[in-house]
């Protein structure tokens, strides 16, 4: 098979798409060949030297950690799944490539109306998004400021919040701004002085999510006052400094899946703001390093039968 793969961390340059074995299913998971793949700033980090905790780094190492595609081969031990079935999941490692191996309980059906691009991207935001959303209790009388609101996690939260009924104000550049206030956000531009543009738009401010990093933690710490409400994906040291929640993706199938109900009914958007080939995978990388960009980067790496 064809995989995009690192022989060593570096720059986006390190990718290489090569021909690599493909994968079995063991007795309990899956094959999928893989039709798109999200791609993640967590995959950047990888691919520049982070090891992932539980993670072991086997060069040549594909990366890669979410993706939709179609079920080639079951496992014996595997009930309810058949080959032919569209599915959407996650791993660690290894789903930048035409088939993946994973268990079945990392695997859920992705009805017909979800696109492909849509279902390989929605995994990895879409879970972390859900579990902060969770650990930080979010409900109708908030009023919920998140930072970095117009990216792949942002824009994930922002709903969720804004379907709970809480009053969302999200920072994004200028030019998401008409974006979040679609999703039912009150947009702000991040950046210096926009502690007091928050405090100009009614002064409380309950619960603070940050996907954008940039020390915005010190803005919220000024803020709100139950640092238990307060919660970070991207600045971990300054969290553990201020005494403010780490949030870590607790990924799993029933979460996935409760996902992709919302995202069939319409209750959420996952917005895919470029594909690339696979081929094109270093650039891809360059595109999310940037910061900057609304929503989701995929990868597309098979066609339907």
């Not at 998004?129 to 009023?143: K, P, Q, S, Y």
Request: aromatic share 4%; glycine share 10%; net charge negative.
């Amino acid at each position: 098979m064809r995989a995009a793969a690192i022989d060593e961390f570096g720059p986006a340059e390190v990718l290489r798409v090569r021909e690599m074995p493909r994968p079995s299913a063991s007795s309990d998971g899956v094959l999928v060949r893989v039709l798109a793949a999200g791609v993640q700033l967590t995959d950047a980090a990888i691919r520049a030297g982070w090891r992932p905790p539980g993670a072991e780094i086997e060069f040549p190492q594909i990366l890669g950690n979410e993706f939709a595609g179609v079920v080639e081969e079951v496992g014996s031990e595997v009930e309810g799944v058949c080959a032919g079935d569209e599915v959407a999941g996650f791993a660690l490692l290894n789903c930048y490539a035409e088939y993946v191996a994973v268990p079945a309980a990392q695997i859920v059906a992705k009805p017909a109306g979800v696109p492909w691009q849509v279902a390989g991207a929605l995994s990895a935001s879409g879970q972390t998004a859900h579990t902060a959303f969770e650990d930080l209790r979010i409900g109708a009388d908030d009023v919920v400021l998140v930072c970095g609101a117009a990216g792949g996690v942002g824009t994930i939260f922002t709903q969720l919040a804004v379907r709970a009924a809480a009053t969302v104000i999200g920072t994004a550049s200028q030019v998401n701004h008409a974006y979040l206030r679609s999703l039912g956000a009150v947009p702000i531009t991040y950046g210096p002085g926009q502690a007091e543009r928050i405090r100009a738009l009614g002064g409380r401010v309950d619960v603070v999510f940050d996907a954008a990093g940039h020390e915005n933690l010190r803005t919220a710490v000024d803020l709100v006052a139950d640092r238990d409400r307060i919660a970070t994906i991207v600045d971990m040291a300054l969290a553990v400094e201020l005494g403010c929640r780490i949030v870590r993706s607790r990924r799993d199938a029933a979460r996935l899946a409760d996902l992709m109900r919302r995202v069939t009914s319409g209750e959420l958007e996952v917005h895919v703001r470029r594909t690339y080939g696979l081929d094109e995978v270093a650039a891809a990388h360059r595109d999310v390093e940037t910061g900057h960009g609304r929503g989701k980067v995929v990868l597309e790496i098979g066609q339907a039968r």
